[in-house]
């Protein structure tokens, strides 16, 4: 059987762990009454152009000549429109977005001001320009009241009479953003909405077609529910406001690593926000495959279904353009450019474009590519338990486009199973990037990938069947085994068997398979009501007295290194194993089944951070990695769970839960 990718449920939303735990924030977060989007039409695609803050963050000879960040200027960023309106205009690219670094304090009203050095015609005329390149203009803020406008609250707020600074923070001038370089915004006074109304008019009134909101939390590794002084959702559901009354079209996005359990309060107030902290390096290039790209295959996944019309995943930069700036070899340039269009994430470039090279031009002007980016159909993982990775979405022509990777640091062979993908007998493959067909195919695509490579196809079925994809084990117990499973065309219900046997019917895409016999081996497949069966799952029910839960902090575990008990309240006996990680490790012992085979293997854990990774090792020999979704917020406190189908042998059991090049989450337990 193919192992499947893991699933995630925050423990204090099904209440696993305590009772305790079924009251923690994460289950009780609801977006207010949302105001409706004035111009739904600004965002229905994932948008494309280019954005000044690669360049301003690089160490790359001669880009930052005066001191980091002096590229930004009036000279630069239209040097930077003509050359997009020239290259990457014809291909859908129209966005030119100035970052940080252009303001220069507040007017009297404590709106921003640019700083007259690097931009001495003022940001009206820059826009301007833009808009007679046929582009649209794209500037930054950050979330709070600037401390440099406040100026001992007495400074008035424009088109609000009455109205000063002092009337719209707290009493304590509580400090907030990802750098808490602003005063936190008290939003129960009236004033308040009144001055974000005046920064967006403004904005309006220079043209601007796109606002860039940064330092947002909950998000950043700040915002966790005992840190209320970064949760920014007031400010979000503010601006959102104004940005709808400001008379205008203005796409408005936030930045960066936002938290996911607040996604409704972001889907609903925005349209969009960064997934992820800073692709950039802060080094001699632009990125690194190791230290800024290849966290997004681990961190997007909890996202996937929140992406859509209006609002969408950012990926932030494409840094693909330049190889020699980018810090990338071509495969890995390939697969950023792959990974960021199959997401439906913007396509924003952050290279110098007066000196794209061939290579690079050729992957940021592909129309295929560039199509499968705007049909806003984001793909999602088939598996990830192992480096070599199958990422899929289907296509509402019947068609699916496939995409492999090979994380690995060494070359490695790819496969994607037709079954389990959904495709049903023979298929048209196209090679995207190769431009190639390929008739008549069957079973699986596969590839020989280099370090970081990847290929990108699109699979039409000869014929009009189509088959339930990507079954999954989601939850077992003695008794049960709770399924899910994507579409198939055309089916209205689905039956479910069990060994041959139908077990159950679903007119939705899950099921709870019951009546099932204890430490039983059971081959699960779907048949929609249209087409063939699924690829089976098989699986183990628990055992007699099952399932087992297996404490990390155990006196039976082995700890190494660093790794050592914390407490944590809200975690299974207020323990937890933290600090896992490079040499640091925790084995736990004595896990034990009567019968070789494949059990789901769940697993609580904590993590603050976006996402985390780990190696989970079994008796010494097969290797399975773990995606820890994270919280995003520093919130280690909120245990979360995550399930695995694991070959495990009869009798005592060992799992190794390691990472040699990096932190992972904090380990709660095992349950088999």
């Known amino acids: 059987m193919s192992l499947r990718r893991p699933t995630l449920t925050v423990l204090a939303a099904i209440a696993l762990v305590s009772t305790a735990a079924a009251t923690a924030p994460a289950d009780a977060i609801e977006a207010k009454k949302p105001t409706p989007a004035t111009y739904p039409q600004v965002a229905a695609k994932p948008y494309m152009g280019w954005s000044s803050w690669s360049l301003q963050s690089t160490n790359y000879p001669g880009v930052n000549p005066d001191g980091p960040g002096s590229f930004i200027s009036e000279k630069n960023i239209l040097t930077q429109a003509n050359a997009l309106a020239t290259k990457l205009k014809p291909y859908g690219y129209e966005y030119i977005n100035v970052d940080a670094g252009w303001q220069d304090g507040g007017d009297e009203y404590g709106r921003p001001v640019a700083m007259a050095k690097r931009f001495p015609r003022g940001m009206k005329a820059v826009g301007d320009d833009i808009h007679k390149l046929g582009l649209k203009f794209g500037i930054y803020t950050t979330v709070g009241l600037g401390t440099d406008v406040y100026r001992d609250g007495n400074t008035p707020i424009y088109d609000a009479p009455g109205c000063f600074t002092r009337d719209i923070v707290y009493p304590?001038?509580?400090?907030?953003?990802?750098w808490d370089a602003a005063y936190k915004i008290n939003y129960e006074s009236p004033c308040a909405q009144k001055y974000a109304d005046s920064i967006a008019k403004l904005f309006a009134s220079w043209g601007v077609d796109f606002i860039k909101m940064d330092g947002v939390g909950p998000g950043s590794w700040k915002g966790a529910p005992d840190d209320p002084n970064h949760n920014n959702t007031e400010d979000i559901e503010a601006w959102w406001r104004a940005v709808q009354n400001a008379g205008r079209p203005m796409q408005y996005t936030l930045s960066w690593s936002l938290s996911h359990r607040y996604a409704d309060v972001w889907k609903q107030n925005s349209n969009g926000w960064r997934i992820d902290t800073d692709v950039e390096c802060y080094c001699d290039t632009i990125v690194k495959w190791d230290s800024s790209v290849k966290a997004r295959w681990w961190d997007l996944p909890q996202w996937i279904d929140d992406a859509g019309p209006g609002h969408w995943n950012n990926l932030d930069a494409l840094n693909v353009g330049v190889g020699a700036m980018d810090g990338l070899t071509d495969a890995e340039r390939q697969s950023y450019m792959t990974f960021w269009a199959i997401n439906s994430a913007p396509l924003f470039a952050g290279?110098?474009?007066?000196?794209?090279?061939?290579?690079?031009?050729?992957?940021?002007?592909?129309?295929?590519?560039?199509?499968?980016?705007?049909?806003?159909?984001?793909?999602?993982?088939?598996?990830?338990?192992?480096?070599?990775?199958?990422?899929y979405a289907q296509n509402k022509d019947g068609s699916t486009t496939v995409a492999l990777f090979n994380l690995a640091d060494a070359p490695a062979t790819?496969?994607?199973?037709?079954?389990?993908?959904?495709?049903?007998?023979?298929?048209?493959?196209?090679?995207?990037?190769?431009?190639?067909?390929?008739?008549?195919?069957?079973?699986?695509v596969s590839a020989q990938l280099p370090a970081h490579g990847s290929k990108l196809y699109k699979i039409t079925p000869n014929g009009n069947g189509a088959i339930p994809a990507d079954l999954t084990a989601t939850d077992v117990s003695r008794t049960t085994v709770s399924l899910n499973w994507r579409p198939s065309a055309g089916s209205s219900s689905y039956k479910v068997f069990a060994n041959g046997k139908q077990v159950a019917t679903s007119s939705g895409t899950n099921v709870v398979v019951s009546g099932l016999l204890p430490q039983t081996q059971y081959t699960f497949t779907v048949q929609g009501s249209k087409g063939a069966a699924s690829a089976p799952v098989t699986m183990f029910t628990a055992k007699i007295g099952g399932p087992v839960r297996y404490e990390a902090e155990a006196s039976s575990s082995t700890l190494t290194g660093d790794a050592g008990v914390s407490g944590c309240s809200l975690c299974s006996g207020a323990s937890k194993i933290g600090n896992i990680g490079y040499g640091s490790t925790v084995t736990l012992n004595n896990i034990?089944?009567?019968?070789?085979?494949?059990?789901?293997?769940?697993?609580?854990?904590?993590?603050?951070?976006?996402?985390?990774?780990?190696?989970?090792?079994?008796?010494?020999?097969?290797?399975?990695?773990?995606?820890?979704?994270?919280?995003?917020?520093?919130?280690?406190?909120?245990?979360?769970?995550?399930?695995?189908?694991?070959?495990?042998?009869?009798?005592?059991?060992?799992?190794?839960?390691?990472?040699?090049?990096?932190?992972?989450?904090?380990?709660?337990?095992?349950?088999?």
């Open 351 to 391: 290279d110098d474009l007066t000196k794209l090279d061939a290579y690079g031009l050729k992957l940021l002007t592909n129309r295929e590519v560039i199509a499968i980016d705007q049909s806003g159909n984001p793909a999602r993982p088939l598996n990830q338990d192992q480096l070599q990775q199958v990422w």
């Open 172 to 178: 304590d001038l509580r400090k907030t953003n990802g």
């Open 414 to 444: 790819v496969t994607g199973n037709f079954a389990q993908l959904g495709i049903d007998g023979k298929a048209t493959v196209r090679d995207i990037w190769a431009n190639q067909n390929t008739r008549n195919v069957s079973g699986a």
């Open 592 to 672: 034990t089944v009567p019968t070789t085979g494949t059990y789901l293997v769940k697993i609580a854990y904590t993590d603050g951070d976006t996402s985390r990774q780990s190696m989970l090792t079994v008796n010494g020999a097969d290797n399975y990695w773990a995606n820890y979704s994270g919280l995003g917020d520093n919130d280690w406190g909120t245990p979360q769970v995550t399930y695995l189908p694991m070959k495990l042998t009869a009798g005592a059991n060992s799992i190794k839960v390691s990472n040699p090049n990096g932190y992972i989450a904090d380990i709660d337990w095992i349950t088999v």
